[in-house]
């Protein structure tokens, strides 16, 4: 082999590759002094496999409807519960089944509906491209159809339809129910302002999603938002306090956080500076818990408040984004999502080994999807302001490394993860097929009484209808599951798990800036 000839500069290019590596040497010290990861681009997952996720996500919604079913596309659902309500001479018929059981919980579903109504406001454009806007849409209705009607007078609303250890000695589809199906409420005497709050949220919400195309439907469900917040602040105690009846399910933990939530969604939807005023002054003091990052979920709205003031923050005008409380919130937030990216000094442990957020036994995909469609929604603020940093205790990340976070989250609920499975009903070649769900598990043909379903919770065939769209509870913490139809732990489905990965798989559908203003 021929060897080349030595240059004559040679000792200057040496000299120069001495220069070179002496700048990457202080690069490197640089950047281990003051990190900066990730790079300007959004990570962009794959859009396609999101929108296909989407479309069967969205269908769960579907096997949850409850009343008249005008447009039903599910084959082996049919009108159901079509009484509910008739004891207080009002329409309940409407909304939603929260999970594998009948029972109608209305805080867990009015909170279906806000998160729903918050990733229609941000990715309805998305959710647009993939065909999933209307059916988006149809859903929220249907709930705040039933949510309205619950709420008959400015200090009473309806909170329950069923008595939940009655509903629960059953097992049979919602279309041959025959039990007595009990009214709960919260009023002046037993109040609510969890619940009253978190109601107020959701028709606060959807005011917005809806006034574009039904201003008149709008204005009742934005007089409704009102009248209950103003229930909730001035009557203030926890629905499960007033009523020890409800603890065994959804059992609250405070109502600071859903009055602060609803402020928030009601200064979005009026533009009123009382509610600025109202979760930047002593209610923030009281609730906000600045500083002290939580987790997103049905009884703790503290960290969507927080990334929904941050919109305010980057987005609105200065004089009100320039508040100091305001300022708080979005440091809050900030937190919130420095403990989600992995190479964060603050980075949360409660992760699995293979990098799912894992907080509970009981629903353990709860936290991990809310936690992704917060991140996603925050790193679309960022992009949109063009923030350049997110700082994280000396150490600066970008949008993109949020968005990353998100896809693997999103991934691994859809298939890249130890057992190799899809915990999204009906995506994948594998996904749970004894989902803990009782509309699934009857044959369509079939119309049992209460008690005489039980044999096919028993059964070791396979549900014959598919829950498609269903987001079941997911993996234990060493990341195995046990597919069986009695294990409620890990294969229950919810609907306000549904709202979450529906909202996050819409956002990673493909990368666009937010609108900077819901109005």
């Known amino acids: 082999m021929k060897q080349r000839k030595r240059?004559?500069?040679?000792c200057c290019g040496w000299f120069l590759v001495i220069i070179v590596l002496a700048g990457i040497a202080f690069a490197v010290f640089a950047v281990l002094k003051h990190k900066t990861w990730g790079s300007g681009s959004p990570a962009l997952g794959d859009p396609k496999k999101y929108s296909d996720a989407l479309k069967i996500a969205m269908q769960f919604f579907d096997i949850q409807k409850s009343g008249k079913l005008d447009e039903n596309r599910i084959s082996w659902r049919g009108d159901s519960a079509l009484k509910d309500?008739?004891?207080?001479?009002?329409?309940l018929s409407k909304g939603m089944y929260d999970a594998g059981d009948h029972m109608k919980f209305g805080f867990p579903m009015a909170f279906t509906a806000t998160v729903l109504s918050w990733a229609i406001l941000e990715y309805g454009d998305q959710?647009?491209?993939?065909?999933?806007?209307?059916?988006?849409r149809n859903s929220l209705k249907l709930i705040t159809d039933y949510l309205v009607n619950s709420h008959p007078t400015a200090n009473v609303l309806y909170i329950q339809v069923g008595n939940a250890k009655v509903d629960h000695g059953c097992w049979n589809r919602p279309e041959d129910m025959k039990e007595a199906?009990?009214?709960?409420?919260?009023?002046?005497?037993?109040?609510g302002s969890d619940v009253a709050?978190?109601?107020s949220a959701a028709l606060a919400s959807a005011y917005l999603v809806f006034k574009s195309t039904d201003s008149t439907y709008s204005s009742s469900l934005l007089k409704h938002a009102v009248q209950l917040f103003q229930f909730a602040d001035k009557y203030r105690e926890v629905y499960s306090i007033s009523i020890p009846d409800v603890q065994t399910y959804y059992n609250s933990t405070g109502y600071g956080d859903e009055l602060l939530w609803a402020a928030s969604w009601l200064y979005h939807a009026t533009g009123e500076a009382t509610y600025i005023d109202y979760v930047t002054g002593e209610n923030g003091d009281d609730f906000a818990n600045w500083g002290s990052p939580t987790w997103f979920s049905w009884d703790n709205k503290l960290p969507g408040a927080q990334v929904l003031l941050s919109r305010v923050s980057f987005f609105g005008s200065k004089e009100v984004s320039n508040s100091d409380a305001l300022d708080k919130y979005r440091k809050t937030a900030e937190a919130v999502m420095c403990g989600l990216i992995p190479k964060s000094s603050s980075a949360t442990s409660s992760r699995t080994e293979n990098g799912l957020i894992w907080v509970s036994e009981w629903n353990a995909l709860q936290h991990p999807v809310a936690s992704a469609f917060l991140a996603v929604v925050y790193s679309d603020y960022m992009l949109t302001s063009r923030t350049d940093k997110l700082s994280c205790d000396g150490d600066n990340f970008k949008a993109s490394d949020l968005r990353e976070f998100a896809i693997t989250q999103a991934n691994y609920v859809l298939g890249n993860n130890p057992m190799k499975m899809s915990y999204l009903v009906g995506f994948g070649d594998k996904y749970p097929e004894y989902v803990h769900h009782r509309g699934a598990s009857v044959p369509?043909?079939?119309s049992p009484g209460c008690k005489d379903g039980f044999k096919w919770l028993d059964s070791d065939d396979p549900n014959p209808n598919v829950a498609t769209g269903a987001l079941v509870g997911g993996p234990f913490l060493n990341e195995s599951y046990v597919d069986s139809r009695n294990n409620s732990?890990?294969?229950?489905?919810?609907?306000y798990n549904s709202a979450f990965i529906v909202g996050l798989l819409s956002g990673l559908v493909a990368t666009s800036s937010v609108v900077q203003s819901f109005a």
């Open 197 to 199: 709050a978190e109601t």
């Open 127 to 136: 959710m647009d491209g993939a065909g999933q806007l209307e059916p988006a």
């Open 7 to 10: 240059s004559s500069s040679g």
């Open 444 to 446: 369509g043909d079939e």
């Open 181 to 191: 199906r009990p009214l709960t409420q919260v009023n002046a005497s037993y109040p």
């Open 489 to 495: 732990m890990q294969g229950e489905p919810t609907t």
């Open 85 to 91: 309500g008739s004891e207080a001479k009002i329409d």
